[in-house]
T-cell receptor, first 112, second 115 residues
Framework: AQSVSQHNHHVILSEAASLELGCNYS??????LFWYVQYPGQHLQLLLK??????LVKGIKGFEAEFIKSKFSFNLRKPSVQWSDTAEYFC??????????FGSGTRLQVQP | NAGVTQTPKFQVLKTGQSMTLQCAQD?????MSWYRQDPGMGLRLIHY???????DQGEVPNGYNVSRSTTEDFPLRLLSAAPSQTSVYFC??????????????FGDGTRLSIL
């Protein structure tokens, strides 16, 4: 069965610092990859997604992610974080099954 | 433009009580699912449905029942609540489509505490 690993459980950054959150998955076939964000007190929102084509995908609010097939990774990046980026971030994988498999989440805290 | 609506937003139950978490979507999505979110565990799939009259178990189905009598509604039932079911519950929906690349739309969540 597929699994998703997010190794950074809690990340604390200062504003303007660069961000990279790791996401690795275990599945040998074709995957669709997602990053979701959950701001405090709000529901999950789709940040970006990869289906095929250019492995570097851009999402909302200046986020981007790179799919590296050989490393089974889909890391999330942002060049300069803002206080408003404080949230929990979930990586998710969609395969031939009918549901998403989520990672355990990374809590990002941005200090002003 | 309601999207996915979950009710209630908060609920406190005593052990052994039953209740139903409601989920409705107005986007004519075939696929609906229930997740629970626990600290350090991410989201885990409880049950899902690919259309009216069809349901299936997810990763953590024990203690929960679902039904899908209409496309719009997908209620989650706790027959006898246990403290281990204290969690935040999210309902999600998406188009079924011909592939797996449809993003999911999530409700606001239901925070459930079992005493």
């Amino acid at each position: 069965a597929q699994s998703v690993s997010q190794h950074n459980h809690h990340v604390i950054l200062s504003e303007a610092a660069s961000l990279e959150l790791g996401c690795n998955y275990s599945y040998g076939g074709t995957v669709n990859l997602f990053w979701y964000v959950q701001y405090p007190g709000q529901h999950l929102q789709l940040l970006l997604k990869y289906f095929s084509g250019d492995p570097l995908v851009k999402g909302i609010k200046g986020f981007e992610a790179e799919f590296i097939k050989s490393k089974f990774s889909f890391n999330l990046r942002k060049p300069s974080v803002q206080w408003s980026d404080t949230a929990e971030y979930f990586c998710a994988v969609h395969t031939g099954r009918r549901a998403l498999t989520f990672g355990s989440g990374t809590r990002l805290q941005v200090q002003p | 433009n309601a999207g996915v609506t979950q009710t209630p937003k908060f609920q406190v139950l005593k052990t052994g009580q039953s209740m139903t978490l409601q989920c409705a979507q107005d986007m004519n999505h075939e696929y609906m699912s229930w997740y629970r979110q626990d600290p350090g565990m991410g989201l885990r799939l409880i049950h899902y449905s690919v259309g009216a009259g069809i349901t299936d178990q997810g990763e953590v189905p024990n203690g929960y029942n679902v039904s899908r009598s209409t496309t719009e509604d997908f209620p989650l039932r706790l027959l006898s609540a246990a403290p281990s079911q204290t969690s935040v519950y999210f309902c999600a929906s998406r188009l079924h489509g011909t592939g797996t690349n449809q993003p999911q739309h999530f409700g606001d969540g239901t925070r459930l505490s079992i005493l």
